[in-house]
Each structure stands twice: as C-alpha cells, then as structure tokens.
C-alpha cells in the first residue's frame, strides 16, 4: 500500500484554498497555515484542509500569499520543512531572486475566479489551466520533476520560463488587460454620469472585456510595484497601438483598418489550445545530461518553441544514476521539439504513441 502524500498550503484564500481542495480530492493529506487564525479554521471546517500548521514532513508546500509576502514565507517553508518548496505569485523575478535554495521553483497558475478568499475556491480551478513554472541555473531536477509531476496532476498544462521572462509575457496578457479593463471600466463609469442608458446598455462585449475588473484590488497594489518595469513597456505599447489604430480610424484608412482587424481576428482564432487526441502524441525519451537543471531545460526549450507538452515525468535509469524525462508532445511538432533538443545538446529518442 502506498503511503498517503503530504502537503502544506501557506495563504489559504482563492487559489490557496482551491490547491488544498484539489490535492485532497487526489488523496493527499493537507496542512494549512494562515496569517488569519479564523481563515485557517474556515478552511479546516470547510474540508479544505486536514489539519492547521505545517508539516515538516510534507513533500511540497505551496505558497499562496500577496506577492510582497511570498519571499518570506518562501524561507520559512525551506527553514521548517523538508520537501520542495513553490509558490502562485504572477510576478517571479523577484522572488526568484531573493530565494535561491535549489528546493524552491517559482510558479504561477493562470486560473482565479472574481470570487473572494475560501468563498471561490474550487478544486476544478485548474483543469485546462497553464501553470507556469520558472526554474533557474540552481534549481534542483528532482524538485522540478516533483512540482511539475504534482502540477499536472492538478489538471494543468506545465510551462517553463525564465523569471525576467515570465514576467514580461504575463506583464501583456495578465496584467496590462486588468488595468485596460479597469481603466475602461471607469470611462464608461465617468461617463455614465453624463449618459444615464449607458450602463444599462453595456452588451457581451463590453461585459466579457471588463469582466476581469472586478478582481480583488488589493492584489494589484503589491503586483503593480514588483512587476512596473514590464507593466509600464507593455503599456507604452498599448499607447502606442492604441495611438496607430486612432490615426488610421481618424484618417479613415479603411484598408489598413480591415488589414489590423483581420490580423487581430487571425491571432485570436489561432491560439494554442490543449492536447486532447492521445493518437496524435509522440513519447520522447530524453537521458537527462549531468548538470544542474537539465531537466527544467526541457521545459524551458518547449515554451520557447511554442510545443505543447501534454505530459512529462522523470524516471530513474537502472544503468545509471542518470534520470530519464518521458515527454509527450504533439505530432506536428516532433521534429521541431527533435532538433531544438539535439542544439541543446540532448539526446532524444522518439515513437508515436500506441
């Protein structure tokens, strides 16, 4: 019989209450500890936790508080527990940074809910989710194959980025769109003063653009200040796209106006989505190179080639004291996945699924 696994949750509101759910609901046993006494006795009453504090045993601890608070309790997970340590903040360079202990591997879920603390969390949250994992020159394989094992296991699709980079892609598609969203939230809030229908006449559209402005604010005070230069190139591009279509609408271009709507709707039409047909997989078997992680390479190589991996685990080569990445990928994309390996210096072998 195999032994129940054990995890902590530090910071048990949305995303930390819906990690505790969702690992409980796959038989693990969980600990929970907050700053607030009364939310981790929530948590216990709710089921969402097994029992409050930690557990130095546990085999990983999920850190899930503001972002200011993440590389302090980073350090106290690593100073008070013996397993691999991560955490949710969508901004990784910093922490990255400060927490250079080869057990920890900085992550980021790309799920939530405009739902509050405990009240919104949901062991589904991240079925079909991208959990972005950022590891770094010192970061430990064993611990990046055991985040990442635990992460699919959750129901999301595993990224790998560096911090910096992390930080400036997420800057575009996270945190710039929350503040248009909310910017134009409060035009049309302005505005509304003026036209009294407005609100009321606000259709799909503008529902589903502003939709994620109704997010805790708080949050956006502490990600804003650890994130602002990436945020504030983001929005000067926005500016500046915001600035061309203006020109173009102004001197009625209608050709270079259909030309940048197309564009747009094609870009839109064309992003990645999951893998869900096993028999269009390839297995890549990949000897995992004796240096410091190597593993977390091939993620990082996946990301950066825009492949998909539907899924990844490292198994122990009896021959050797060497691991073994198994890694599933989409057909239309073997040979690209082939040859950025090999420029890496890695060496793959490749069968269709059966």
Request: with cysteine; aromatic share 4%.
């Amino acid at each position: 019989m195999n032994p129940t696994r054990r995890a902590n949750v530090i910071g048990l509101g949305l995303v930390g209450g819906s990690i505790a759910m969702a690992l409980r609901e796959r038989g693990w046993t969980v600990s929970g500890d907050d700053a607030d006494p009364g939310r981790a006795r929530t948590a216990l009453e709710l089921g969402a936790v097994d029992r409050v504090g930690l557990d130095a045993t546990a085999e990983i601890t999920f850190v899930a508080v503001p972002v200011s608070a993440i590389p302090d309790q980073v350090k106290r997970a690593l100073a008070d527990t013996r397993g691999v340590v991560t955490d949710v903040g969508s901004v990784k360079a910093s922490v990255c940074a400060i927490c250079d202990d080869p057990r920890f591997v900085g992550g980021h879920p790309m799920a939530g809910s405009e739902l509050e603390g405990l009240d919104g969390a949901d062991a589904a949250m991240f079925d079909g989710a991208v959990w972005v994992l950022t590891p770094v020159a010192h970061s430990d394989d064993a611990s990046f194959a055991t985040v990442a094992g635990v992460v699919a296991s959750l129901g999301a699709e595993v990224v790998a980025l560096a911090p910096g980079r992390h930080d400036e892609v997420v800057a575009v598609v996270s945190h710039v769109p929350h503040l248009t969203a909310a910017t134009l939230m409060g035009l049309a809030s302005e505005r509304s003063h003026e036209h009294a229908a407005l609100l009321r006449l606000a259709a799909g559209g503008f529902r589903d653009m502003t939709r994620i402005a109704s997010g805790h604010p708080d949050i956006w005070l502490d990600i804003c200040a650890e994130n602002r230069p990436a945020i504030t190139s983001a929005l000067d591009a926005l500016i500046a796209g915001l600035a061309d279509i203006r020109a173009v609408i102004d001197g009625d271009d209608r050709e270079a106006l259909l030309d940048r709507l197309v564009r747009a709707r094609d870009a839109r039409t064309n992003l990645p989505g999951r893998i869900t047909d096993p028999t269009s997989l390839v297995e890549f078997r990949i000897p995992i190179p004796d240096r410091t992680g190597a593993a977390a390479e091939v993620f990082t190589l996946a990301a950066e080639l825009g492949v998909n991996i539907a899924s990844f685990e490292v198994v122990h080569m009896a021959e050797s004291n060497r691991g073994l990445a198994v890694v599933l990928v989409d057909a239309e994309v073997a040979d690209l996945f082939r040859g950025g390996l090999m420029a890496r210096s890695f060496r793959p072998s490749a069968a269709p699924l059966t």
